[in-house]
């Protein structure tokens, strides 16, 4: 191995010019607002929008799909920060609070609308599709994802993946709503949650080759 | 000049050389990483005690440096991030040396495997072998030939006849009783 002085001769030779990231919120942000406009126009032209907006007239049901958006946005900002060296570690529990809402919101509507294996059994048959429909939307956002906090290099990746597929994931399943004309069971929510811990779980394992950590 | 001033001093110094480098002056970058490296030296040491495994914790972060010197915001102190850098390739290094240490054994006996007999002396079948040889010596002359041949050599019968002009039947008598002499030489040593 090179002594120290030689590697840093080394290095100071072969240095080029890089320019400095942008802060971490206004990565964030403008990755944000790109996959919102997106989701937007697909929201437009694909979704019972007047379905969807029934719905949120029930304040629980409102409170559940703010706090699916909430923990999307809040965790993939954290990814953004937890990619840095210098930002805090504490950043990777920023995701909780709004995650606690969320499982709490479609936990007491799970109590409300039962299983779904009743008179409404009809519903079990579209529990699949949410589950696809959630994977389907997550794993491309989360190559997007990866392929822009890459760049940080980041030097712990497991916490960045994990914040990163949560973040996705979250938002994945509150696109969904607007598509899912029908109450959240026990059903759909265990299905919505497993969908989440398989991109959460992808992300984990390839962590390494999609971070490309130093 | 008060500790808190010289840092602060360190802190300003190594910031601007940062800036230099993230726009590519050379000079200014091998004098940032020259003046960083004891630092980074001192951080190491509280990771690895070992001096040379110190070392290579600050070669890492050196390396680290360069690969993700994009990452430093210049509106941001530049020590901090520094030292997150040097914990983070610390912790790295210790998990890595004790995932080594769970799987492999440091064995000095190992490291010596030259072929020349001087170099193994130790090993046991270096030993065997010189024992053997004047025990071998003191066999008579036919059944030394015909051990070696079949034994050692490892030619067939046909091949070891033709070579020493016995029969393939006296062969397999002469090995038969090296083998017994050997054994009782053997015992009486």
């Not at chain 1, 002594?3 to 030779?13: E, F, H």
């Not at chain 1, 989701?39 to 032209?45: E, N, P, R, S, W």
């Not at chain 2, 850098?85 to 004790?98: E, H, K, N, Q, V």
């Not at chain 2, 050692?152 to 002499?181: D, I, M």
């Amino acid at each position: 191995m090179l002594d120290t002085n030689s590697l840093i001769s080394s290095l100071g030779g072969e240095l080029t010019p890089a320019a400095p990231l942008r802060p971490p919120l206004r990565r964030a942000l403008l990755w944000l607002m790109l996959v919102g406009v997106v989701a937007a126009l697909a929201v437009t032209h694909f979704a019972r929008l007047e379905i969807f907006m029934r719905r949120m007239e029930a304040p629980r049901v409102a409170l559940e799909n703010l706090s699916a958006l909430l923990t999307g946005v809040v965790s993939i900002t954290a990814a953004f920060y937890l990619s840095l060296p210098d930002r805090s570690a504490l950043w990777r529990y920023a995701p909780l609070p709004p995650l606690l809402l969320w499982v709490a919101c479609s936990g007491l509507g799970c109590l409300q609308n039962g299983s779904g294996m009743g008179p409404a059994g009809a519903r079990l048959g579209e529990s699949p599709h949410c589950f696809e429909f959630i994977l389907i939307i997550s794993i491309p956002l989360g190559i997007l994802l990866f392929a822009v906090l890459r760049r940080a290099r980041p030097l712990a990746p497991l916490p960045v993946a994990l914040c990163g597929a949560l973040g996705v994931g979250a938002l994945a399943a509150f696109v969904l709503q607007f598509f899912h004309p029908f109450e959240v069971t026990v059903v759909d929510l265990a299905l919505h949650a497993l969908a989440v811990a398989v991109t959460v779980g992808l992300a984990a394992l390839v962590r390494v080759r999609a971070l490309a950590s130093v | 000049m008060p500790p808190t001033a010289q840092a602060q001093q360190q802190e300003a110094t190594w910031a601007q050389l940062m800036r230099a480098a993230q726009g590519g002056d050379k000079r200014g970058y091998e004098q940032l990483l020259r003046e960083i490296a004891p630092f980074v030296r001192s951080l190491a040491r509280r990771y690895c005690r070992n001096s040379t495994l110190a070392e290579d914790v600050v070669q890492d972060v050196l390396l680290c440096v360069h690969r993700i010197r994009h990452t430093w915001d210049p509106s941001r102190p530049f020590c901090p991030w520094l030292a997150a850098i040097t914990a983070r390739r610390g912790i790295d290094r210790i998990r890595r040396d004790s995932r080594i240490n769970r799987h492999e054994i440091s064995d000095e006996d190992a490291y010596e495997t030259f072929s020349a007999p001087t170099a193994n002396y130790e090993s046991g079948a270096v030993r065997a072998a010189e024992e053997i040889g004047p025990l071998l010596s003191a066999l008579p002359d036919r059944q030394r030939a015909a051990l070696e041949a079949i034994k050692l050599r490892g030619l067939s019968l046909a091949q070891a006849a033709a070579e020493s002009g016995q029969s393939v039947a006296a062969l397999k008598v002469n090995v038969h009783r090296a083998v017994k002499s050997l054994r009782r030489l053997l015992r009486t040593d």
